[in-house]
Every structure is written in structure tokens, then in C-alpha cells.
């Protein structure tokens, strides 16, 4: 059963929220038990109703009910299409087609993107950076192009009398939660939310971190005049300062100071077991390592690895030889960390068991050095570590709890 409700959000605005569970990979790649939010909205003017983005392809005609549980399509003005990727303009196509009238209003590529995924022919209106659209008598809507946030179409909406933000995937956040307000959740929620906003920004934004700050500097006039901060994925927002300082933070590439995360593959337990000696040595320093395991017993989600490795300050990576390479999982995730995470201020350290030919860590640290890692310290072994192995391990470890 689709799961959807629409509520008042403010005066005359309205959330009309996909409650998705049923996408277990986002984007076909990234583990998301705790599922997602596809948040559009309805904003009414005295004389024009607009629509802020939508839902995800596959739920058109539902969408359509939940819209006109507020307003009948063939009155809407305008719709707004912060960012054409499918998960927010699935639903424009059909809504087009039933909101005759309407204009929709788009970053030039936006346009282009709804013209090129759906041969979507309408009345377009391209707007840019610092347009102001007068809306109605009472109503003006300034735009905010944010490039890279996520696509290169990516623009905020800014209801200027109405002091609203409708941010589309900025601030936006993986999971179904329980409340339309992020500060009506309780503490453990809102802990949870955190996490899952900075889990949706790794996964998504994270190669664009460094359009973050640049981008949140044009929106800084606008910061003392918001009421809500409204994304498209995740709880909406009073307290302008929550997503706000959790972005100023990850656009930053700051490092948490000792931040410890192991992962590691080993088929029959070599690599394992000096992992394991690794792990009690951090531990023996008061550092808990965060430790995420490639087994035949386990597997990481992968999606939560590279939340954590954003920015952690240590990364150690265990892997196998494999068919004279590095273990496959373990070349994944280096892939991963290559496109999404910043290797500013970061310790790498490699560890690697092997049967006759030591070329896993070395092939490791080429393709992490491609993107500028630096790989601290490379521990091989032959078969089981010795004790030379082990004490060098010991150094290693002296060195990156300091
Ligand atoms: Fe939530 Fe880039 O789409």
C-alpha cells in the first residue's frame, strides 16, 4: 500500500509526502532500510497556487489524489522544478498534462533534463540566479541557483513574504519520520535524523562538497527572514540553525580528531586476525575504531561505511590478495571513497595478507593516491603476520591514536 499524507505546514502552505519503504537501494546503489521521503508542496497565494517539486516516477496517479485532497490540478499556476532529477519530477509529466494552465518554472538545464527523461513539452519559463518573480500582489519568490546541490540544475525557492525555503535535496534526508517538523521528533529521533541527513549528503553530494560553503554563502542574506526550511526529502525545519550548521560543518571537510574506521575483507581469517590485533591495540589507547567487515559471515552496508569514512581522520583498510589484485569489495569501496570523500587531513593505513605475490596494498595505494589519500603505513605479511609484523603494527598504531 503507498503510504502518503498531506498536511498544513504553515498558513496556506501544504506537504504532500510520499512515505517510500519500498526503495531499498536509492539510486539502485545505496542501502536505505530506514527508507525516504518524497516532499512536494502547495502554496497558495489570494489569487495563485504553485507547486514546489514532486514525487518519484512510479507513483503519478496517486500523487494526483494526494494533490487534490488541496487543490484541484486545473488551478495551479505554477510549478517549480528545484532540480529535474526523477526521484523530485517524476510526478511533473502527469501533473503538466492536469495542470493545463500552469507554467513550470526551471534552471535552464532543468528544462532541457524534463524535455530529454520525458519529452515533456510545456510552458517553460527558465529562471537564474537571484531572479525575483512576482508571484502575485502579496507574493514574491526569489531564486537561488545552488549548482551541484545536487545536479548542475539545482536552484531554491524562497517565498519571500511567506519566509519559506523550499531547499529540494540541500538538507534533505534519508528516512520516514515520524513527525512533519523536525523539532516536534523526540531527542532520539532527531539524533536519528541528523545522521540520515548527513548519510543522504555523503551518498548524494558528497563529490560536490566543495560547492557547499560557496553556494551557502549566497543564502546567508536570507538567513535572519526564514521561518522553515522546507527539503524534499527528510522533516521540514523552524530552526534554521539544524540543517545549517550540519552543512557548514560537512562543507567544511572537517575531520573528527582520532576518528577511527576499519574495513576490511579476508576470506579465511588472515586478514582477520591482525585486524583483531589491530582493534585491541586502538582500544588498549581509549579509541573505540568503528569496524565494518567483508566475510563470509558479513557484509557492510556500504552506504553507512562511507558516512562514516567522511570524516573520520584515521582510515585502516584490510584486504586480501585476490586473483593477483586488490580483494574486489575492498576495490568498491576504494571506487567509493575515490568519488565521495574528501582526502583532505586523513591517515590511511593498509593492511594486507598474502599467499605468494604481495600486490594488494600496493595496487591499494595507486588508486587511493589518484585522488590525493595519503597512505600512512602499508602492513603485508605472508600467510600469518610475525611478530616483527606485529610490532610494526604496534608503531603504527602509536602513531595514529596521538
Ligand atoms: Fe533527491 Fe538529486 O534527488
Request: a negative charge.
Amino acid at each position: 500500500m503507498v503510504d502518503y499524507i498531506v498536511q498544513k505546514v504553515v498558513k496556506d502552505v501544504y506537504i504532500l509526502r510520499l512515505n517510500d519503504s519500498s526503495t531499498k537501494y536509492f539510486e539502485a546503489l545505496w542501502e536505505i532500510p530506514e527508507g525516504v521521503t518524497y516532499n512536494s508542496f502547495v502554496v497558495f497565494t489570494d489569487d495563485r497556487v504553485i507547486v514546489v517539486d514532486g514525487w518519484k516516477k512510479g507513483y503519478e496517479q496517486i500523487y494526483i489524489e494526494a494533490l487534490r485532497e488541496v487543490v484541484e490540478p486545473g488551478n495551479i499556476n505554477y510549478i517549480i522544478v528545484n532540480h529535474s532529477e526523477p526521484d523530485h519530477s517524476g510526478t511533473i509529466p502527469t501533473l503538466a498534462k492536469v495542470a493545463k494552465q500552469s507554467l513550470i518554472l526551471g534552471h535552464r538545464i532543468a528544462i532541457e533534463i524534463l524535455r530529454s527523461f520525458y519529452g515533456l513539452e510545456a510552458n517553460y519559463r527558465p529562471v537564474n540566479d537571484e531572479e525575483l518573480v512576482k508571484i502575485s500582489d502579496g507574493e514574491t519568490l526569489v531564486i537561488h541557483y545552488v549548482p551541484w546541490l545536487h545536479w548542475p540544475d539545482t536552484i531554491v525557492s524562497y517565498f519571500v513574504e511567506k519566509k519559506a525555503l523550499f531547499s529540494c535535496d540541500v538538507f534533505g534526508s534519508y528516512g520516514i519520520p515520524s513527525r512533519v517538523f523536525y523539532e516536534e521528533l523526540g531527542d532520539d529521533e532527531k539524533r536519528l535524523f541528523n545522521y540520515y541527513t548527513k548519510k543522504y549528503f555523503v551518498n548524494i553530494i558528497g563529490k560536490y562538497v566543495d560547492w557547499v560553503n560557496r553556494n551557502l554563502s549566497k543564502l546567508s542574506p536570507l538567513l535572519n527572514n526564514i521561518e522553515i526550511i522546507a527539503p524534499s526529502h527528510g522533516p521540514i525545519y523552524k530552526n534554521v540553525e539544524t540543517p545549517l550548521s550540519l552543512y557548514r560543518y560537512l562543507g567544511s571537510k572537517a575531520i573528527e580528531r582520532r576518528k577511527t574506521v576499519i574495513v576490511y575483507a579476508s576470506m579465511y581469517g588472515f586478514t582477520e586476525n591482525i585486524i583483531n590485533t589491530l582493534i585491541e591495540e586502538i582500544e588498549k589507547k581509549g579509541i573505540h575504531p568503528l569496524v565494518f567487515r567483508i566475510t563470509d559471515k558479513n557484509q557492510p552496508i556500504y552506504s553507512e561505511l562511507i558516512t562514516e569514512l567522511f570524516d573520520a581522520e584515521n582510515i585502516v583498510i584490510g584486504t586480501p590478495n585476490y586473483d593477483s589484485d586488490i580483494y574486489p569489495s575492498i576495490k568498491y569501496v576504494a571506487e567509493l571513497m575515490k568519488a565521495k570523500i574528501p582526502p583532505d587531513n586523513k591517515r590511511i593505513v593498509l593492511l594486507s595478507s598474502y599467499g605468494w605475490g604481495a600486490v594488494a596494498a600496493r595496487k591499494l595505494k595507486d588508486v587511493l593516491s589518484e585522488k590525493g589519500f595519503r597512505v600512512m603505513d602499508m602492513v603485508e605479511f605472508k600467510g600469518r603476520p610475525t611478530e616483527n609484523t606485529v610490532d610494526f603494527l604496534k608503531r603504527v598504531v602509536e602513531k595514529i591514536t596521538q
